[in-house]
């Protein structure tokens, strides 16, 4: 360790140093809930620098959220590991304007290889909002260079989330959403009511004609219809029917619309599919990858689309994507994500998923039971507990700390997207620490 790190080691000082200078997500400045400090980490748990002060008898954590989703096979992996040793000893970084380099060609190949067909183009981006911007350019400028300028709007349904940067908030929920601030400012896109809940519930046709009804009315001008496959996310974590998305495939053909999945939370095997595509098995004309791209090691997004949509935009007045960002196709984080993939790829991922699927359904059955409990819900290694309140989030995070257990509960939500390497002991202590919580939040 450096020299110069050494000081902050017993966590005090750097919890000062924190909450002076450290604008931490979601939060105020200074923050009002004082963080854990994390000295390391590996498999499912992280592990806590000063667990006399704050791991409440615990000096280490099983990580029941995957870093936000992302950490799929756990730390400090060793073949995730080697891979990112291996190319440093390359190099780290170089532009990728005139430029191009193995792991970033390779992977793109390799999604190309295992997302839906007719996926052929891959535009490598810096994070999940910005794929989602470069989604949105993507269908924008589609219909400008076929000289349908009129169709620069976007279609969605409620209780979705999409990023945090301006076209990825504008089709996020608009009522009660982490972005209703920004009402009036943003871009105004036309808004489906939300899907029915339950991934094993038969579609409804009054839904069904709900969406027609309003695709058909502003057909003119929509440029794409964007969802969340099968789950919505940090909206509220629900589930829907994957024949919503067959209906909308259908409806964006017949009326000459193009449809965008963000696959950012769902890709790389969390709802017991590869991509949640494929429960439908269907192909969106542009899909949005992140999060467990790298495993969660470094930050790494890719956007895709098909032949026609790179077709339309070069041949317009503009025939080039103007997008560009400085670390776009990075060596470094390429090269962990292709050795992610084939890490998972490499071992019966499925069966491990649907373990943890049954250990999740097993330990939350009985949450139902719990006083504010207003729905469980399981769908491939996604645990959600609802309550008919907002959590409190201190409570609930003390709660499910005593239990040795990491949680991040958000509005009226304690859920948990376990590591998919995550044991079927530790998957039971998540299950008691989320009803910990549930009872306490």
Same mark, same amino acid.
């Given at each position: 360790?450096?020299?110069?790190?050494?000081?902050?080691?017993?966590?005090?000082?750097?919890?000062?140093?924190?909450?002076?200078?450290?604008?931490?997500?979601?939060?105020?400045?200074?923050?009002?809930?004082?963080?854990? %400090?994390?000295?390391?980490?590996?498999?499912?748990?992280?592990?806590?620098?000063?667990?006399?002060?704050?791991?409440q008898g615990h000096d280490e954590l099983v990580d029941?959220?995957?870093?936000?989703?992302?950490?799929?096979?756990?730390?400090?992996?060793?073949? /995730?590991?080697?891979?990112?040793t291996a190319q440093l000893g390359r190099m780290s970084?170089?532009?990728?304007?005139? /430029?191009?380099?193995?792991?970033?060609?390779?992977?793109?190949?390799?999604?190309?290889?295992?997302t839906p067909p007719g996926l052929e183009h891959v535009?490598?981006?810096?994070?999940?909002?910005?794929?989602?911007?470069?989604?949105?350019?993507?269908?924008?400028?589609?219909?400008?260079?076929?000289?349908?300028?009129?169709?620069?709007?976007?279609?969605?349904?409620?209780?979705?989330?999409?990023?945090?940067?301006?076209?990825?908030?504008?089709?996020?929920?608009?009522?009660?959403?982490?972005?209703?601030?920004?009402? =009036?400012?943003?871009?105004?896109?036309?808004?489906?009511?939300?899907?029915?809940?339950?991934?094993?519930?038969?579609?409804?046709?009054?839904?069904?004609?709900? /969406?027609?009804?309003?695709?058909?009315?502003?057909?003119?001008?929509?440029?794409?219809?964007?969802?969340?496959?099968?789950?919505? =996310?940090?909206?509220?974590?629900?589930?829907?029917?994957?024949?919503? /998305?067959?209906?909308?495939?259908?409806?964006?053909?017949?009326?000459?619309?193009?449809?965008?999945?963000?696959?950012?939370?769902?890709?790389? =095997?969390?709802?017991?599919?590869?991509?949640?595509?494929?429960?439908?098995?269907?192909?969106?004309?542009?899909?949005?990858?992140?999060?467990?791209?790298?495993?969660?090691?470094?930050?790494?997004?890719?956007?895709?689309?098909?032949?026609?949509?790179?077709?339309?935009?070069?041949? =317009?007045?503009?025939?080039?994507?103007?997008?560009?960002?400085?670390?776009?196709?990075?060596?470094?984080?390429?090269?962990?994500?292709?050795?992610?993939?084939?890490?998972?790829?490499?071992?019966?991922?499925?069966?491990?998923?649907?373990?943890?699927?049954?250990?999740?359904?097993?330990?939350?059955?009985?949450?139902?039971?719990?006083?504010?409990?207003?729905?469980?819900?399981?769908?491939?290694?996604?645990?959600?507990?609802?309550?008919?309140?907002?959590?409190?989030?201190?409570?609930?995070?003390?709660?499910?700390?005593?239990?040795?257990?990491?949680?991040?509960?958000?509005?009226?939500?304690?859920?948990?997207?376990?590591?998919?390497?995550?044991?079927?002991?530790?998957?039971?202590?998540?299950?008691?620490? %989320?009803?910990?919580?549930?009872?306490?939040?």
């Amino acid at each position: 360790m450096p020299d110069q790190l050494q000081p902050l080691s017993a966590g005090a000082e750097l919890l000062a140093l924190d909450r002076q200078h450290v604008w931490h997500p979601y939060g105020p400045m200074p923050g009002r809930q004082e963080p854990l %400090v994390i000295a390391s980490a590996s498999g499912v748990r992280l592990r806590l620098a000063d667990p006399s002060g704050q791991g409440q008898g615990h000096d280490e954590l099983v990580d029941g959220m995957s870093s936000w989703w992302s950490a799929i096979h756990g730390y400090n992996h060793p073949v /995730l590991n080697e891979a990112a040793t291996a190319q440093l000893g390359r190099m780290s970084h170089v532009m990728f304007g005139g /430029l191009t380099h193995e792991p970033a060609v390779r992977l793109a190949a390799r999604l190309v290889e295992i997302t839906p067909p007719g996926l052929e183009h891959v535009f490598l981006c810096d994070s999940g909002s910005v794929s989602v911007e470069v989604a949105v350019k993507m269908c924008l400028q589609y219909w400008r260079s076929l000289g349908r300028t009129g169709k620069t709007r976007l279609l969605t349904w409620r209780g979705g989330y999409h990023g945090d940067t301006w076209q990825p908030m504008a089709v996020c929920d608009p009522e009660g959403g982490m972005h209703e601030l920004w009402q =009036g400012h943003l871009p105004r896109q036309v808004f489906a009511d939300a899907p029915p809940g339950g991934f094993d519930t038969p579609v409804d046709p009054a839904y069904a004609e709900h /969406l027609r009804s309003l695709i058909a009315a502003h057909a003119d001008e929509l440029a794409a219809v964007i969802v969340e496959p099968v789950v919505q =996310g940090a909206g509220g974590m629900r589930f829907h029917s994957p024949g919503y /998305l067959r209906v909308l495939r259908d409806l964006c053909d017949e009326y000459g619309v193009l449809l965008i999945l963000d696959e950012i939370a769902t890709g790389f =095997g969390r709802t017991g599919a590869l991509f949640a595509a494929d429960h439908a098995g269907i192909t969106p004309e542009v899909m949005c990858l992140g999060k467990s791209l790298t495993g969660g090691y470094l930050t790494l997004a890719a956007t895709l689309c098909t032949e026609r949509v790179a077709d339309g935009i070069s041949q =317009g007045e503009v025939p080039v994507l103007a997008h560009g960002p400085t670390f776009m196709g990075n060596p470094l984080a390429t090269a962990v994500a292709l050795a992610s993939i084939d890490l998972l790829l490499g071992q019966d991922w499925p069966t491990e998923v649907k373990r943890i699927e049954a250990g999740l359904r097993e330990g939350l059955a009985g949450a139902v039971q719990l006083p504010g409990v207003r729905d469980v819900r399981v769908l491939g290694a996604i645990g959600v507990v609802q309550l008919d309140h907002d959590v409190d989030m201190a409570a609930a995070t003390r709660a499910a700390v005593r239990e040795g257990v990491w949680l991040r509960p958000f509005r009226d939500l304690i859920y948990t997207m376990p590591p998919f390497v995550t044991g079927d002991d530790d998957v039971a202590r998540i299950c008691r620490a %989320v009803v910990a919580a549930a009872q306490e939040g």
